[in-house]
């Protein structure tokens, strides 16, 4: 286990029992997620549909159907 990690476990374990459930359901749900997203990835298929979508999204903003991401706008 890394020192950093081992940092964060050991902030967690002074957390109230509620918030130490919390916290856990809260890293297993992100493991999982990555789990599933490598896999998704990992399919030989993926790469040929990421190319396809980065070619539309270039073809759509060379169009100009695109605009700048402004975060005061969100």
Not at 3 to 28: H, I, T, V
Not at 32 to 45: D, G, H, K, V
Not at 46 to 73: K, Y
């Amino acid at each position: 286990m890394t020192q950093l990690l081992q940092k964060a476990f050991e902030r967690a374990a002074k957390l109230p029992q509620e918030e130490q459930d919390k916290f856990a359901r809260f890293l297993l749900a992100e493991l999982e997620s990555e789990r599933q997203w490598a896999a998704l990835f990992n399919r030989p298929e993926s790469e040929d549909l990421l190319d396809r979508l980065a070619d539309e999204a270039l073809t759509a903003h060379r169009s100009g159907r695109t605009q700048p991401f402004n975060i005061e706008e969100l």
